[in-house]
């Protein structure tokens, strides 16, 4: 998918929105997938995202976060930790399914599916520009901020 134009999809945001990614055109798109509201890793991750939200607003960048959990859930840690942010409801996979990130993880020694923390930037014309994998929380934020610079 990467280099090519990401096919259109809605889900169910917070704030009583609906994304849809049509509607997002003319601006970059930061889109990222983490495994579950209000746990460590998520809580810094979406941290440092709002610590940074004002310098992406300045480059014409918008950023969703996306996981599988419910509006509900959603909402409350948005309202907890003041992300500026829209987070979307994947509860059908279907953003999941579309980028790829579901996988198979070991988590207390079973095997569960879940979402692989991974992040996309779609540019201005709703092209995947540049995706990343298996991330790490810790500075995250700035390296995708860095790779907005560039576009």
Known sequence: MLNHV????????????????????????????????????????????????????NLNAEIFGISRDSLKSHENFKAKFTFPFELLADTEELACTLFGVIKMKNMYGKQVRGIERSSFIIDKNGVLVKEWRGVKVDGHAAEVLAFIKTL
């Open 6 to 57: 990401v096919p259109d999809f809605q889900l169910p945001a917070t704030s009583g929105k609906t994304f849809q990614l049509a509607n997002q055109l003319g601006q970059h798109l930061i889109l990222y997938f983490y495994p579950k509201d209000s746990t460590p890793g998520c809580t810094t991750q979406g941290i440092q995202f709002r610590d940074t939200y004002d310098d992406f607003k």
